[in-house]
Every structure is written in structure tokens, then in C-alpha cells.
């Protein structure tokens, strides 16, 4: 293979990744366009956290290369692969508990704006980073709870807010590690569309269960079983792709739910 | 119903954004009037003890409060910093540098802010329970040196100086304390207004995001090390100033002001203000210096009653005094602070009960123990007691355990009172919401 292909906002190649003797990713590859969007899919277990955590180097991979933008990410920070225009969003939402809706924001805006960690200028001051903020909380419907702190915040709220600290920082290339976990059906409705319109032009990857958002959102699918990618291709494809249906969809019931949620 | 505007003024309740102009100049105001109404000498050396302790415990407070830091060896900055600036201060007298005495507690910061950078590196790598343990070690460490290098140190005896020296500039010697008081006034002032400017800044913000969730700090682009790190060495720089208007204050330092006894009350003190609110490490302080002044003289057993006071804090109030403060001007902002006055009062009096008996119990011991060639009786409050006399311990057993029981019986009302309170709060906000 050529050097850095910068036609993919992201690629993997051959990553592997062992805890111990267990090897949870055994050679993952995937190649993503910009402003793509991916829908990562898999039975529990099959590794879609650890890939994220590995993309985003929570993790370090045990071999094979990650490249964003044609250039690797191997052993980099999480806060080196932020600054190259990574940003992700978490399971379980991981916020500033203390700190106000439009404080979390604000925070997530202000590397990105070039503040860096400077301490002879006052926040009040920084129009930008406040505006950005400001701009963002509206996207995320939260600006009528623009003072209240995090953790005060309702479960769907929190949700909302996580990925506002994910997007808000203007990164080119969004994870989101099942951003509609544990929401109602309206609510999760409401949260594909907002979904769909913060990540305009930008390159997402996302895991879900839930087949109606995978297929309302995604460009793509990526299907993940046991640590290797299966098949990637967009929905009908993969819908119609023995493979993933002997090894993921392999029951008639979900194969009934698979159909069920395309129409 | 209200107009939305006042429902708003109220739901956004920043207390110390309302007229921050009033409560600056409020805070010169006290500094400047407190030696005219306190003029012993004694109240003077407090008031400028107080000084000192302000800009320590708030420079503690930065990493406790701000950062969510435990420093267990935090007097090793201020230390440093007196040890520098008492040498600095010879130095000058000698002839051998040119250095105003207003200035010398300038340098000790410097040095103080030094010393964070080269020591601070290592302690800030980690966060937690390992920083904390780290910063045990380094306090340890340069304890021992304090007793390993006596030239520098000055070993038992500590090094002395004479903060008069050179010609006196418009009449200001630093001779007299009142002189020196309004000298540490000025650095506290300034160190406060730069301390609270500091929770403003993107660093400061920063911080605060590393002490909520230091891991979702590293996926939004910041090292977390790096701001733990900087706000070490900006805590440093405060310590070292506090310990340079300390050596200034007392013309002597000894080993003792690196140890962790003097980490310890920063600690504590700062923890009873409390670390929650940028104030509360000032109210830290001044307990600080009453209890190490006034309570020391009062009683023998002041350790012991402050070992109780923490230990109570602890458990009933671990936000400190300035989070009560806060949460009941919360309430009387709603107008119902005054039906909680009997709950108040109801605590107040079973609670000093309960200190009373538990007060007699600890004296008699301490009066046993080491007061034992003046006989068992010994006085109380203006009362004769017979320390070995089964009376004086079955009434101080009768009046602790009666103060308990009463105590919790009122502890539990108040509990429910305030929980009732705090729903119609909560109901409050959300009718005014509704109306908005």
C-alpha cells in the first residue's frame, strides 16, 4: 500500500488490540471519506467501544496504523489526536459535573480557539470563545439551562450536552459511542435530526443498536464481529450481505427487525 | 406574578457578581479600618498573622478547591520562600544586594514559584491519591534537608534578621508593626484580587474542568498535566509571598515553617472555610490564626477541640463555613430563612451543651495529666471542679449525653425543615421558569 492516502478522513489498517492473551480487535481495516457518515454495528462485544477508544487514543493498539487525514496517529495523545481534529463523545456521559451547561461548552471550545492555557486574559473577554458556546448551545436546544450545572441536568439533557462538548471544538472527524443510548423513541427521533445537523460536512463514525437510527442516519455501515470488520457498505448492501446476516443478523427475528426498521 | 425580569435576576444567582465593586471595596475597607478598632498590640500581630494566613490558605485553595488537588506538603512553597526572603533581607542589610524590605516578599514568591516549577513537575504528573501522596514525599524531603544543610537552615535555633535597615522612606521604617500591618495588607489585597482574576482566565476555567473530570479534559485537547502544572507554580508563587511577609512578620524562621505540621493547618483551615467558594479560604484563615493565637492560650487542649471541629465539619458540613454561608443566603433570598431561626437556635443550644460536657471531661483529663502537683481541683469557667471527684465526671457525663440526644432530636427536625425548604425552592424556580 502507498504511504499517506489523504482521500480517507480516516483509515484503519490491520489495527489489532490485546488485553492480555485476549485479542478483542484482530485486524481491523476501514477506509472513510470525508464527510461521511458511518454507522458502526456489531453484537456486545464484538469491540465497537475498544475501536473507538483506540481511534481516539484512549488506547494504544497493540499493531496496525490509524490514520486521520492520511497521517498516523500511532501513540499520540487523546488531547495530540483532539488538536489534529478528532473529537469524540462518550457512552456513559463524561461532563463537568460542576461546571454550568455553557461552562462545559465553553471549556471544550477554548483549545481549538487558541487559548490555550493562558492566564493574562480574561474568559469575559474571549468573544469568540463565548459566542462559539453560545452558538453551540443553541444547536443542542440547552440555552434555556445555559446556568444550570451539569449534573443537575436531566439524562437526555446530559446527553445532549455530551455531544455539544464533542462537536463544539469544530473538529472535522466525530465519534459518537451510542449517542441515543438509553433514550425513548421520541426522544431519540429528535436526537438522529440533531445528529444529522451538527455533523453537516463532517466526517462521522457512530455506534448504535438501534437499527431505525443506523439506517436513518447512516451513509455507510460498518459491521464489526469479534474485532474484524465484516463488511462496509452503504445500508442496502449490507442489508442484503450474506455474511452479516449468517453472523450478526443469523436469527430470523432479527433479520425481520433489520427489515422492519429499513421501510 | 413576578415580571420575568426579577424571576430571571433571581434564577441566575451569582452572589459575588452582584456589585463585586461593593464587596472589593468592602474587603480594602476592612483591612484598612481593622487596626483602628483593634489596637493592642496583640490584635495587631493577629491582624497581620491573618494577612499572611489569607494569601496562603487562598493559594492552597487553589489547588484544593480549583484543582481538586491535595497537597499535603504545601508549606514547603511558603517555607522556601521565608527561608529566601530572611536570607535576602541579611543580604541586604550586609550591603551585599539592593533590595527595598517591601520588596522582599516579591522575591520570596519568585523563589516560592521556583521551587513549584522544579518540584511541582513531578508532583503534578499524576492526580488523586498519588498526587497527593507525592506531595507528602517532597514535603518530607525538604523537611529533612531543612535539618540536613544548617547553614542554609539554620538549624534548631533558625536564622534571624532585622527587617529595619537603610534609610527610612517617608518615614516608613517597618519598625513598627503597624507599619509592617499595612505593608501585608497591601500584598493581600493585590494577591486576592490576582487570585480571583486567575479563576477567570481560560487557565483558571481550565482547572476547574481537570478537578471535575480530568479525562474528558484530555479529549477536548488540553494535557492535563500541563494545567495541574501551571496552577502549581501559580499556587507556589502565592505560598512564596506568604512566606515572605511571614519572615518579615516574626524577623525569624525555623525548620518548622516547611514541616507538615504547618501543610496540615493550611489544609485544615482552608477545608473549615471552605474550598467550594473563592471566599472561604479567608474565612479559613482567620479561625487559623484565632485558633493558633487565641484558642492555644485558652486551653491546652486546643488541638484536641480543633481535631473535634474538623472531624464534624467533615461530617456534617464538608463544603465549610462559606457553603453554609451560601446555602442559607440562597434560602433568605427566598424569603424563608426565618421560620429555619428556631431550627438554628435548637441546634446552637444543644450543641454548645454538648461541648460544655464534653469540654469538662477533656479539662479534667488535661488537668490530671499534667497539672497534677496543683492537686484535682482545678477552675472552670469560674466554677471549682474536683477533677478526681465522682460528681464533676457524672454531672459532665449527665450534660454530654443529655446535649447528645437533644442534639440529634434537633438535628433530625432541622433535616426534614430543610428538606421541605429546599423543595418549595425548587418549586419556586420552576413556577418562575414556567412564567419566562
Same mark, same amino acid.
Given at each position: ?21 485476549? &485479542? ?11 464527510? &461521511? ?35 498516523k ?30 461552562e ?40 434555556k ?23 463544539? $471544538?469544530g ?29 453537516? $460536512?463532517?466526517t462521522?463514525?457512530?455506534? &448504535? ?36 446476516k ?18 | 406574578?413576578?415580571?420575568p ?7 441566575? !444567582? ?8 461593593l ?14 478598632l ?33 497537597s ?80 542554609? !537552615? #539554620? ?27 499595612? +505593608? ?26 481537570? *478537578? ?17 502544572? !501551571? ?17 518579615l ?22 477545608? +473549615? ?22 484558642l ?28 453554609l ?44 495529666q499534667?497539672?497534677?502537683?496543683? #492537686? ?12 478526681? #471527684? !465522682? ?19 434537633? *438535628? ?25
Amino acid at each position: 500500500m502507498s504511504a499517506a492516502d489523504p482521500e480517507f478522513a480516516l483509515e484503519l489498517r490491520d489495527v489489532r488490540k490485546s488485553f492480555g492473551k485476549t &485479542e478483542i480487535i484482530r485486524g481491523a481495516s476501514l477506509q472513510v471519506r470525508a464527510g &461521511e457518515r458511518v454507522a458502526v454495528i456489531g453484537p456486545n462485544g464484538a469491540g465497537k467501544s475498544t475501536l473507538f477508544n483506540l481511534i481516539s487514543g484512549r488506547f494504544g493498539s497493540t499493531s496496525g496504523d490509524i490514520l486521520l487525514n492520511g497521517s498516523k496517529l500511532d501513540g499520540l495523545t487523546p488531547y495530540e489526536i483532539n488538536r489534529r481534529g478528532l473529537a469524540r463523545s462518550f457512552q456513559v456521559s463524561n461532563l463537568f459535573t460542576r461546571l454550568s451547561v455553557f461552562e462545559n461548552l465553553r471549556c471544550a471550545v477554548l483549545w481549538s480557539l487558541g487559548y490555550k492555557y493562558s492566564f493574562w486574559r480574561f474568559l469575559a473577554g474571549a468573544r469568540d470563545a463565548n459566542e462559539r458556546a453560545e452558538e453551540v448551545m443553541e444547536m443542542i436546544k440547552l440555552h434555556k439551562r445555559r446556568d444550570v450545572l451539569a449534573m443537575n441536568l436531566t439524562y437526555a439533557e446530559q446527553r445532549a450536552l455530551e455531544i455539544g462538548i464533542t462537536i463544539a $471544538g469544530g473538529a472535522q472527524v466525530i465519534l459518537l459511542d451510542e449517542p441515543t443510548a438509553g433514550m425513548s423513541r421520541s426522544e431519540t427521533a429528535r436526537f438522529v435530526n440533531l445528529i444529522r445537523d451538527i455533523t453537516v $460536512g463532517k466526517t462521522l463514525l457512530t455506534v &448504535e443498536h438501534d437499527m431505525g437510527v443506523v439506517f436513518g442516519l447512516a451513509d455507510k455501515i460498518a459491521v464489526l464481529v469479534y474485532g474484524e470488520v465484516i463488511a462496509f457498505d452503504t445500508p442496502e448492501k449490507v442489508r442484503a450481505n450474506e455474511r452479516v446476516k449468517e453472523a450478526y443478523l443469523g436469527s430470523a427475528q432479527a433479520d425481520a427487525q433489520v427489515a422492519q426498521a429499513g421501510h | 406574578m413576578n415580571s420575568p425580569q426579577t424571576a430571571a435576576s433571581v434564577y441566575h !444567582f451569582k452572589p459575588y457578581n452582584v456589585g463585586r465593586w461593593l464587596i472589593w471595596g468592602g474587603y480594602a475597607l476592612v483591612m484598612i479600618a481593622a487596626p483602628l478598632l483593634w489596637k493592642s498590640s496583640l490584635s495587631l500581630t493577629m491582624l497581620s498573622q491573618m494577612g499572611i494566613a489569607i494569601i496562603a490558605c487562598l493559594a492552597f485553595n487553589m489547588l484544593l478547591g480549583q484543582g481538586g488537588m491535595l497537597s499535603f506538603g504545601h508549606a514547603v512553597y511558603s517555607g522556601l520562600g521565608s527561608f529566601f526572603a530572611i536570607h535576602a533581607l541579611n543580604m541586604a542589610s550586609n550591603g551585599q544586594i539592593v533590595l527595598p524590605v517591601s520588596l522582599v516578599p516579591l522575591v520570596a514568591g519568585c523563589f516560592g514559584g521556583l521551587f513549584a516549577l522544579l518540584l511541582g513537575y513531578v508532583t503534578t504528573k499524576k492526580a488523586g491519591t498519588p498526587f497527593a501522596m507525592i506531595t507528602l514525599g517532597v514535603g518530607e524531603l525538604v523537611a529533612a534537608m531543612a535539618l540536613m544543610f544548617p547553614g542554609f !537552615f #539554620g538549624g534548631e535555633g533558625g536564622i534571624n534578621a532585622n527587617r529595619v535597615q537603610g534609610e527610612a522612606f517617608l518615614g516608613i521604617t517597618f519598625g513598627p508593626q503597624i507599619q509592617l500591618y499595612y +505593608l501585608i495588607a497591601i500584598y493581600t489585597f493585590i494577591s486576592t484580587v490576582l487570585m480571583f482574576a486567575f479563576t477567570r482566565t481560560p487557565l483558571g476555567r481550565m482547572l476547574n474542568a481537570v *478537578r471535575d473530570n480530568p479525562e474528558r479534559v484530555e479529549f477536548i485537547g488540553y494535557n492535563t498535566q500541563y494545567v495541574r502544572y !501551571f496552577a502549581f507554580i501559580a499556587s507556589g508563587f502565592f505560598m512564596g509571598i506568604a512566606g515572605g511577609l511571614a519572615a518579615l512578620n516574626f524577623e525569624i524562621v525555623t525548620a518548622e515553617v516547611v514541616g507538615a505540621q504547618r501543610s496540615g493547618a493550611y489544609l485544615l483551615f482552608t477545608f +473549615l472555610g471552605g474550598a467550594l467558594f473563592f471566599f472561604g479560604p479567608i474565612i479559613g484563615a482567620v479561625l487559623l490564626v484565632l485558633a493558633l493565637v487565641l484558642l492555644s492560650e485558652l486551653t491546652q487542649a486546643w488541638l484536641l477541640y480543633l481535631g473535634l471541629v474538623f472531624t464534624f465539619m467533615v461530617m456534617y458540613a464538608p463544603g465549610g463555613i462559606s457553603s453554609l454561608i451560601m446555602m442559607n443566603l440562597r434560602v433568605a433570598s427566598f424569603g424563608k430563612l426565618r421560620p429555619l431561626l428556631g431550627s438554628y437556635l435548637a441546634l446552637a443550644g444543644t450543641a454548645a451543651t454538648v461541648l460544655l460536657g464534653a469540654a469538662v471531661m477533656i479539662e479534667m483529663v488535661y488537668h490530671l495529666q499534667l497539672n497534677e502537683a496543683l #492537686g484535682p481541683n482545678m477552675k472552670f469557667m469560674g466554677a471549682t471542679l474536683n477533677a478526681k #471527684g !465522682f460528681d464533676s465526671w457524672f454531672g459532665a457525663c449527665f450534660v454530654l449525653l443529655v446535649g447528645l440526644v437533644l442534639f440529634e432530636v434537633a *438535628r433530625r427536625h432541622f433535616l426534614k425543615e430543610w428538606g421541605q425548604t429546599q423543595e418549595s425552592i425548587e418549586r419556586e424556580i420552576k413556577k418562575r421558569e414556567a412564567a419566562t
